[in-house]
């Protein structure tokens, strides 16, 4: 009775392994357990970073924001709230690249956002 070799199989997966610790450094891209290991642990960490990168942008947005409520007089506290009050329904990426690319644009929405 002969023993089971299974083949190309076990390389198959290997390589599929060691190709996506590519880059990794030491025993953590050349030892197949070891790659394992690191490899579950990166993608648990790219989860939590898509979820995190949500966050990150909007906090970029509202400081981009205030800055810019700032330079026309007001905060943003206020500004957002005096947009809510009359019923500007923009969210905060548009507002912010409007405060980069077009101040004046953003300066009207200020003043609008004073009137009311």
Request: proline fraction near 3%; hydrophobic fraction near 35%; glycine fraction near 6%.
């Amino acid at each position: 009775m002969s023993r089971v070799k299974r083949g190309p199989t076990p390389r198959r997966r290997h390589n599929r392994v060691f190709k996506q610790t590519e880059g990794f450094v030491g025993s953590r891209r050349n030892r197949f357990r070891e790659a394992v290991r690191c490899l579950m642990r990166s993608w648990e960490y790219s989860f939590v970073g898509r979820k995190d990168r949500k966050g990150d942008f909007r906090s970029l947005w509202i400081t981009r924001i205030n800055a810019a409520c700032r330079e026309q007089g007001t905060t943003y506290s206020r500004f957002i709230a005096a947009l809510k009050q009359s019923n500007v329904d923009l969210d905060r990426k548009v507002l912010a690249d409007l405060a980069v690319r077009d101040p004046g644009a953003f300066g009207k929405l200020v003043e609008l956002a004073k009137a009311s």
